[in-house]
C-alpha cells in the first residue's frame, strides 16, 4: 500500500504501519474443491513469495498463506481463483495454531494414544528418570491407577548447575524399557538443538518445558521432527505468546502440538507459580490445539495438586501431566510436589467422578 493511504493516521500507526503487520491470509475453498483449484492457489502464493499451509478438513481445505509481507498483497489476488470461497486475514500474531486456521478441535495421537479428544489423558511419572529400578517401579504405579503416557525426564532444565541433571542417553534408555515393559507410550523433555534427534528417536512426545518456550531454535528444530510436541507454556508469558511459540513448531507442516499449562510467575508466592486456570477456556476459544495440564509445577506442594487438578479437568482441559514418584520423600528432583503412589490412585478416582460429570471419558 502507498501514496495517500499510507500516511493516513490511523490512531497511533499509519495504515502504512498496519500494512506491514504479518497478515496471514486464510483461503476457504468451496466444498467439493477439486486438487486442481487447490493447486491453484497454492501456486499462486508461491510465485508471491509466500509459504502455504493447508488445513484438509472433514468440511472444506483451508489454505494459509503466509511470509511477511502479506499484508501489502490485495485478498482478491486470491479471491478471484475458481473454487475459492472467501478470503480472511489473520491479524493475530499466531496463524496456524489458530481458530481461524482450523476450527475443528485438533486430536494428536502419540503412541496410539488420542490427546484432545473425548478421553481425558493422564499422563504421570516421576520429574526425573533416577534409575532402572525407580522408574520401573512408577510405571507399575501409574498404569495400575489408570494412567496412559509415562512422564520421566532424562534431561532436566535444572535452575542450579549444581544439582541432578538428569541421566541423559542412558535415562531414555530406562523409558524405552519401561514403554516395553508395560506399553505406555513416554512423554520426555529436550533442552538442547543438539539433542532433538535422539531424544526424537526415543520419545512419544516430545517436551519442551517451560524455560525454552522461547527458545525458537529449539522450536524451530522439533518442528522438524515428525513427533508431536508438548509445549508447556514459558512462566512469563502471555497465551498470545505461547501460541505463536506453537506456530514455531507448526510452521514445517510435520509436528503437532499439545499445549502445557503449568502456571505463570504472580506476585503470590504462597504456591511455586500460580496456576492460569483461565488459560483453558482462553486457549480453547482461540486455537484448536489441546491443552494439558500440569498442577505439580504450578504448585510446588503435593498437598495443593489433587485441587489444582480436579480443576484443571472441570475447567476444560484435555489431560494432566502430574509427578509421581514411588518414594517422594527420596526423590532427586521435586520430590515436594510429587504425589506417592496411594495419592495418585485417590485423585484418578476423584477424576473418574469428576470426568463423568462433565461428559469424558477417562
Ligand atoms: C518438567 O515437566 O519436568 C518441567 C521441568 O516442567 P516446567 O518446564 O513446566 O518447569
Ligand atoms: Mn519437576
Redesign the pocket.
Known amino acids: 500500500m502507498g501514496g495517500r493511504v499510507a500516511t493516513r493516521p490511523y490512531g497511533l500507526l499509519t495504515i502504512d504501519w498496519l500494512c506491514r503487520i504479518i497478515v496471514a491470509m486464510i483461503v476457504e475453498m468451496q466444498k467439493g474443491t477439486t486438487t486442481n483449484e487447490v493447486d491453484a492457489v497454492v501456486q499462486r502464493a508461491k510465485s508471491l513469495g509466500f509459504s502455504v499451509q493447508l488445513n484438509l478438513g472433514t468440511e472444506k481445505v483451508v489454505i494459509a498463506i503466509l511470509g511477511s509481507n502479506t499484508g501489502q498483497v490485495p485478498s482478491d489476488t486470491f479471491a478471484v481463483l475458481p473454487g475459492v470461497e472467501h478470503v480472511t486475514r489473520i491479524m493475530k500474531p499466531y496463524k496456524l495454531a489458530s481458530r481461524e486456521f482450523k476450527s475443528e478441535n485438533t486430536v494428536v495421537s502419540a503412541g496410539g494414544v488420542e490427546i484432545g479428544g473425548n478421553r481425558f489423558v493422564v499422563m504421570a511419572g516421576p520429574?526425573?528418570v533416577e534409575s532402572e529400578e525407580q522408574l520401573m517401579e512408577a510405571v507399575e504405579v501409574v498404569k495400575g491407577a489408570g494412567a496412559v503416557i509415562l512422564r520421566g525426564?532424562a534431561f532436566k532444565p535444572r535452575t542450579s548447575p549444581f544439582t541432578f541433571q538428569g541421566l541423559g542417553k542412558e535415562g531414555l534408555e530406562m523409558l524405552a524399557k519401561a514403554r516395553k515393559h508395560s506399553g505406555l507410550p513416554i512423554v520426555t523433555e529436550v533442552v538442547d538443538t543438539h539433542e532433538v534427534e535422539l531424544v526424537a528417536e526415543y520419545a512419544d512426545i516430545i517436551q519442551v518445558g517451560a524455560r525454552n518456550m522461547q527458545n525458537f531454535a529449539l522450536l524451530k528444530s522439533v518442528g522438524k521432527t515428525s513427533k508431536p510436541v508438548l509445549l508447556k507454556r514459558g512462566f512469563s508469558c502471555t497465551v498470545t505468546e505461547w501460541l505463536t511459540a506453537a506456530d514455531y513448531v507448526l510452521a514445517d507442516g510435520k509436528a503437532q502440538v499439545i499445549l502445557g499449562e503449568r502456571g505463570i510467575r504472580t506476585f503470590e508466592d504462597s504456591t511455586r507459580f500460580s496456576l492460569d486456570i483461565s488459560s483453558i477456556p482462553v486457549v480453547k476459544r482461540f486455537s484448536h490445539l489441546p491443552v494439558i495440564v500440569d498442577p505439580?509445577?504450578a504448585a510446588g506442594h503435593f498437598s495443593l495438586v489433587p485441587a489444582i487438578a480436579r480443576a484443571a479437568l472441570a475447567a476444560g482441559a484435555d489431560g494432566l501431566l502430574i509427578?509421581v514418584h514411588p518414594n517422594p520423600k527420596e526423590a532427586l528432583?521435586?520430590g515436594l510436589?510429587s504425589l506417592t503412589p496411594s495419592d495418585f490412585t485417590r485423585l484418578m478416582k476423584d477424576l473418574r467422578a469428576i470426568a463423568k460429570a462433565v461428559g469424558r471419558t477417562l
Do not use: F, R
Request: charged residues 20%; negative net charge.
Open positions: 520429574c526425573a525426564g505439580s509445577h509427578e528432583v521435586d510436589q
